[in-house]
């Protein structure tokens, strides 16, 4: 039989002296980022017309993903961030060109 904190006398559901369960502790996950500068940069940028084409055809093709649905949230963001990316550079490629 369990005493239950109204059981005992001048307690009450609130008294800290009530020993808590404690979930245990998980182990430190480690994150990578979406984008690591140091190995993910690239010295070649693409064509502006095709980088708004690519990225276009990307924010199509993501644009009816559900947001409940984890796996489609990550594949769009990281599709989405890879395009972005590249029309960044197609633009800077062009303003450094002009």
Do not use: N
Not at 7 to 32: K, Q
Request: charged letters at 25%.
């Amino acid at each position: 039989m369990t005493t239950q904190p109204t059981d005992l006398p001048g307690r009450s559901l609130f008294d800290e002296t009530i020993p808590v369960s404690v979930a245990p502790s998980l182990p430190a996950v480690t994150l990578d980022p979406l984008y690591d500068a140091s190995c993910d940069s690239s010295e070649w940028a693409p064509p502006l017309d095709l980088a708004r084409r690519l990225a276009r055809k990307t924010l199509e093709q993501y644009q009816g993903a559900t947001i409940h649905d984890h796996k489609a949230m990550i594949e769009a963001a990281v599709a989405l961030d890879y395009r972005l990316r590249g029309l960044l550079a197609a633009l800077d490629a062009e303003d450094g060109a002009a």
